[in-house]
């Protein structure tokens, strides 16, 4: 079963610039997730999706933005890049329920590494 | 919202060694998970844990909801343990995010 993808793996922008990640969630999970890491800040919550549905976001400001499709593939757009947004987003998905059982099991994608110059 | 602590912030160990994590959280969970960051920055999975014990080979993990803590055990360590191990916990009710502590980071010695 394939993990969950995150695309593109590397990306370095110019501040202002606008970026979109890609995430393809493992297959039959609904509930998608992103966070972002810096040394700073540590890993910080942005937002979750479920069936195309944001049901919860992280204190971020509004240049942050995400949705998802009815395949359940999520994306983030960060537009008017600052050289703060240079970061490690990740992307979790997960099942939510499992035979009728609450299971919130999140897995991760191995991330896209942003570099805002 | 949820504070989660992790200590050690850091742990030097000795090849062969044994340690112990821990994690508190100040309220409900209803899911815990202990994550290993490998060096290009995936969140490795190690347990799904909101209460309980688990054991997966060297690796074993116990969390007591009810006083709001987890530990990780990590027995005769080596040198492919090193690196950032997370715990993050969602809260009670569902609120649909990982609250993430801060990381313990362990540097195993051969």
């Known amino acids: 079963k394939a993990g969950v993808t995150q695309t593109p793996r590397y990306l370095i922008k110019t501040r202002g610039q606008q970026v979109t990640l890609s995430c393809s969630p493992i297959?039959?999970?609904?509930?998608v997730s992103w966070y972002q890491q810096t040394p700073g800040q540590g890993l910080q919550f942005l937002f979750e999706y479920f069936s195309e549905t944001q049901r919860n976001k992280g204190n971020f400001p509004g240049r942050f933005s995400g949705r998802q499709f009815s395949n359940s593939r999520s994306e983030m757009n960060v537009s008017t890049l600052e050289l703060g947004d240079s970061a490690l987003y990740l992307c979790?998905?997960?099942?939510?329920?499992?035979?009728?059982?609450?299971?919130?099991?999140?897995?991760f994608g191995q991330g896209t590494r942003l570099t805002v110059v | 919202g949820i504070q989660v602590e992790q200590s050690p912030p850091d742990l030097i160990l000795q090849e062969g060694a044994n340690s112990t994590l821990r994690c508190n959280f100040s309220?409900?969970?209803?899911?815990l998970q202990w994550f290993h960051q490998n060096p290009w920055g995936q969140l490795i999975n190690l347990f799904y844990i909101p209460s309980g014990t688990k054991q997966n080979g060297r690796l074993s993990a116990t969390t007591v909801a009810t006083e709001r803590y987890s530990l990780l055990y990590i027995s005769s360590s080596q040198t492919t343990d090193s690196g950032v191990y997370f715990c993050?916990?969602?809260?009670?009710?569902?609120?649909?995010?990982?609250?993430f502590g801060a990381g313990t980071t362990v540097t195993v010695r051969a």
């Open positions: 993050a916990v969602e809260s009670r009710p569902n609120d649909y995010k990982l609250s």
């Open positions: 309220d409900s969970v209803n899911n």
């Open positions: 979790a998905s997960s099942l939510r329920v499992v035979r009728g059982q609450p299971n919130t099991e999140a897995f």
């Open positions: 297959s039959g999970h609904r509930s």
